[in-house]
């Protein structure tokens, strides 16, 4: 079983052309999938080690690594007290950079519509459906969040990031306030009791090609947008310039070339069904079903940071990118040996 896994991330062009990137997600998914090795192994000094880097590398690695670490500590054989310190440095860890080296390096704080893609979906959906029912007051209170008219007319069912560029972006030196957002909140809520189809309609639109083996209109891609990033495109955080995975002088049939890889590995009958986040999707559920059917608590624990990802998965903006489900399907293999483990 062991030198089929092994087989699978060698030779899938996928994982190749993924591991190539040199940005946060390909790091992130491998310290995922450390961690959840090191779960199972109960090697402490490597799970609050891999806990760390997951916390360090995306923002919403402290929702996946804590809560695991908390079932963990659970177990009846649990290491309770290292288990508990390892929980105390990734929360230490995380308020240390967000509150306190972000300040320090002057770096521009996360935008509050950043995590916000499922109701931004929904409000933007309802707006370019029900905009001549709405009251003038939904619409200020939405306002106070973005244009309300931007937002309607720049929804695309499958890219949240088109909305909140177009219409919810609001510049970092005017963040919208508390209050602001409890007045958008309750806004969203009301147009939900009136429209509850819609707001599952919007959801269903930006995450189907996460559990289901239909493609994304948006394009299936594995590689990143390499060297198309203009000037002005590519965002600047303390002085630092990212967007460029490869060099400037990088001849164009290079990248013609990487495209014709990608574009035979997505389509071709053997390798398609594994460049689908859809299939690691399956073997999750598979996984879960029969640890509940066989009483396996600890493979249900080791579960859980493939669905907490699986879940980051459906809040993000994008329908069926395959960067982001790649840190749960790294770790499908593992979870699906562990099927046949004895212990």
């Given at each position: 079983?062991?030198?089929?896994?092994?087989?699978?991330?060698?030779?899938?062009?996928?994982?190749?052309?993924?591991?190539?990137?040199?940005?946060?997600?390909?790091?992130?998914?491998?310290?995922?999938?450390?961690?959840?090795?090191?779960?199972?192994?109960?090697?402490?000094?490597?799970?609050?080690?891999?806990?760390?880097?997951?916390?360090?590398?995306?923002?919403?690695?402290?929702?996946?690594?804590?809560?695991?670490?908390?079932?963990?500590?659970?177990?009846?054989?649990?290491?309770?007290?290292?288990?508990?310190?390892?929980?105390?440095?990734?929360?230490?860890?995380?308020?240390?950079?967000?509150?306190?080296?972000?300040?320090?390096?002057?770096?521009?704080?996360?935008?509050?519509?950043?995590?916000?893609?499922?109701?931004?979906?929904?409000?933007?959906?309802?707006?370019?459906?029900?905009?001549?029912?709405?009251?003038?007051?939904?619409?200020?209170?939405?306002?106070?969040?973005?244009?309300?008219?931007?937002?309607?007319?720049?929804?695309n069912p499958e890219l949240a990031d088109a909305v909140k560029k177009g219409g919810f972006q609001n510049p970092t030196e005017n963040p919208p306030t508390k209050e602001d957002l409890n007045s958008y909140f309750g806004v969203w809520?009301?147009?939900?009791?009136?429209?509850?189809?819609?707001?599952?309609?919007?959801?269903?639109?930006?995450?189907?090609?996460?559990?289901?083996?239909?493609?994304?209109?948006?394009?299936?891609?594995?590689?990143?947008?390499?060297?198309?990033?203009?000037?002005?495109?590519?965002?600047?955080?303390?002085?630092?310039?990212?967007?460029?995975?490869?060099?400037?002088?990088?001849?164009?049939?290079?990248?013609?070339?990487?495209?014709?890889?990608?574009?035979?590995?997505?389509?071709?009958?053997?390798?398609?069904?594994?460049?689908?986040?859809?299939?690691?999707?399956?073997?999750?559920?598979?996984?879960?079903?029969?640890?509940?059917?066989?009483?396996?608590?600890?493979?249900?624990?080791?579960?859980?940071?493939?669905?907490?990802?699986?879940?980051?998965?459906?809040?993000?903006?994008?329908?069926?990118?395959?960067?982001?489900?790649?840190?749960?399907?790294?770790?499908?293999?593992?979870?699906?040996?562990?099927?046949?483990?004895?212990?």
């Amino acid at each position: 079983m062991r030198f089929l896994f092994l087989a699978l991330f060698a030779l899938s062009p996928l994982f190749s052309l993924c591991g190539a990137t040199v940005e946060k997600n390909i790091p992130y998914a491998l310290f995922t999938l450390l961690f959840t090795v090191f779960a199972y192994e109960t090697n402490i000094a490597g799970l609050t080690l891999s806990a760390l880097m997951c916390v360090l590398m995306r923002h919403n690695g402290i929702h996946v690594v804590l809560p695991t670490i908390i079932v963990l500590m659970f177990a009846r054989s649990a290491p309770k007290k290292q288990l508990a310190l390892a929980a105390v440095l990734c929360v230490i860890s995380y308020v240390g950079v967000n509150n306190i080296l972000v300040k320090v390096l002057n770096i521009p704080p996360v935008r509050a519509t950043e995590a916000m893609s499922i109701p931004i979906q929904q409000t933007a959906r309802y707006a370019s459906l029900y905009s001549a029912e709405t009251p003038q007051s939904e619409k200020d209170a939405i306002d106070k969040i973005a244009s309300y008219d931007t937002a309607a007319r720049h929804y695309n069912p499958e890219l949240a990031d088109a909305v909140k560029k177009g219409g919810f972006q609001n510049p970092t030196e005017n963040p919208p306030t508390k209050e602001d957002l409890n007045s958008y909140f309750g806004v969203w809520a009301k147009q939900f009791k009136r429209h509850p189809l819609t707001y599952l309609e919007a959801t269903l639109n930006n995450t189907y090609a996460y559990y289901s083996f239909y493609d994304s209109r948006l394009g299936m891609r594995c590689l990143p947008a390499v060297n198309t990033y203009s000037e002005t495109g590519v965002e600047n955080y303390a002085g630092v310039r990212f967007g460029h995975v490869f060099p400037d002088t990088t001849p164009n049939a290079v990248f013609r070339g990487l495209r014709k890889i990608e574009k035979k590995v997505l389509f071709f009958p053997l390798t398609a069904p594994f460049c689908r986040p859809a299939l690691y999707t399956c073997i999750l559920i598979f996984v879960i079903a029969f640890a509940v059917r066989n009483r396996r608590r600890k493979l249900l624990a080791l579960c859980l940071p493939s669905v907490l990802s699986f879940l980051v998965c459906v809040a993000s903006p994008v329908n069926g990118d395959f960067r982001y489900a790649v840190a749960y399907a790294v770790c499908a293999p593992f979870l699906l040996g562990l099927c046949f483990d004895k212990k």
